[in-house]
């Protein structure tokens, strides 16, 4: 494998991040928003599983007593 000198290495990262398309405002915003929104749909969903399984667990638990 040849070796780069650290000029060249440089003068390609420069190039390659140069090709790097970045989002836009409007775009970060919108995936900031759907994420809060999946992230709140999730944790509701999973503290009804959770709620669901410990009153499973309770239940189970009282037939011993």
């Known amino acids: ?6 000029g060249e290495f ?3 990262v ?3 991040a ?3 398309v970045w989002p836009t405002g409007k775009e970060t915003w919108v995936t ?3 994420v809060f929104i999946l992230v709140t749909i999730l944790a509701t969903f999973f ?3 959770d709620s669901a399984f410990a009153a499973i667990v309770q239940s189970l ?3 011993l007593a």
């Open 1 to 6: 494998m040849a070796k780069t000198s650290p």
């Open 10 to 12: 440089i003068r390609q």
């Open 14 to 16: 420069r190039v390659e």
């Open 18 to 20: 140069g090709k790097v």
């Open 32 to 34: 900031a928003v759907m």
């Open 47 to 49: 503290f009804a599983v």
């Open 61 to 63: 638990l009282g037939l």
